[in-house]
């Protein structure tokens, strides 16, 4: 089976459409076409449906499409194996990471990385936490520095390496500030902006509210915590933020009794062979663990 064939498959599978595939893989969707047909012919059965614009498996796609995934990750567990032996720390590691921690808390580790392991090439992917979770399980990425989920995938192991403590904030002028003493109840009569529904901030937030039975009042969502601040500090609503974000910009509003925190932290897969570029890498990030003084 022709690997090239299968990776045409997949994109296809993934981004939905024949041209998201060539864009994926720098080819012509004349050339993604003709991958796919000789895949169909080999396998004698027909794996896309095409109606109009509409790009669906079929069942026979569906079939396949766990069975590409392994085979390609067996291919790279096998050559990342193989290349293990002579024990040089070099090639390519794609590393996921999200915008907060990749501008927050990795330059320092990839200076000492990149100074360290000149051979590697890094492939570093700015994604959600969520999104690069899933390349995680996908295969499509060997090692991610996110925001943990609270309950991991059995197939997924992840080390914690940094606690980031959150605070309420509004803008200085806000109301919360200026009246004094504040509960969980009153924060929530106010409106705020979220970080988006899909991610693990959100769910740890939230979880807190219904703890106490009550409902924020969200009133805008952003998965971007710069943007998030910038709302907060024109005084549009009040948010969560990870204390490593505050300044001049923002207050903190004080609830006595709340402690709110997430995990960051890397994760890999379970039945992965790790690189030892990625080994050399886990190795940086486990030595931040509790280390004195680091933010957070």
Same mark, same amino acid.
């Given at each position: 089976?022709? =690997?090239?064939? !299968?990776?045409? *498959? ?37 794996? *896309? ?8 498996? /079929? ?25 293990? +032996? ?16 990749? !501008?927050?808390? =990795? ?14 090439? =890094? ?70 902006? *979220? ?45 969560? !933020?990870?204390? /490593? ?28 062979? +790790? ?8 190795? +940086? ?12």
């Amino acid at each position: 089976m022709d =690997l090239a064939n !299968l990776n045409a *498959f997949i994109a296809i599978a993934e981004t939905g459409s024949f041209s998201g595939a060539g864009e994926r893989l720098h080819l012509t969707q004349p050339a993604i076409s003709k991958r796919i047909a000789g895949l169909e012919q080999q396998l004698n059965v027909r794996l *896309f449906d095409r109606l109009g614009r509409e790009v669906g498996l /079929t069942e026979a796609g569906r079939a396949l499409l766990p069975r590409a995934y392994q085979i390609l990750n067996v291919l790279d567990d096998t050559r990342r194996a193989l290349t293990n +032996l002579t024990g040089e720390v070099s090639g390519r590691l794609t590393l996921a990471t999200s915008h907060h921690i990749g !501008l927050h808390r =990795l330059p320092p580790l990839l200076r000492e990385f990149t100074r360290r392991y000149p051979q590697v090439a =890094l492939d570093i992917q700015f994604l959600d936490s969520e999104v690069a979770y899933e390349e995680i399980l996908h295969g499509r990425a060997e090692l991610a520095v996110i925001t943990l989920a609270p309950e991991p995938h059995t197939l997924v192991k992840a080390t914690p390496v940094w606690d980031d403590p959150l605070d309420f904030v509004v803008a200085p002028e806000h109301s919360l500030i200026s009246n004094g003493a504040v509960s969980l109840a009153d924060v929530a009569g106010h409106p705020a902006v *979220f970080p988006g529904g899909n991610t693990f901030t959100h769910h740890i937030v939230q979880r807190l509210f219904e703890a106490q039975g009550l409902t924020p009042n969200i009133a805008m969502s952003t998965n971007y915590l710069e943007t998030i601040k910038m709302m907060v500090s024109i005084g549009l609503a009040w948010s969560v !933020l990870p204390r /490593t974000m505050l300044d001049e910009q923002v207050a903190r509003i004080p609830l006595p009794g709340i402690q709110l925190s997430r995990q960051l932290g890397y994760i890999v897969h379970t039945e992965r062979t +790790l690189s030892n570029a990625a080994r050399a890498f886990m190795a +940086l990030l486990d030595a931040q663990i509790d280390l004195p003084g680091t933010p957070g």
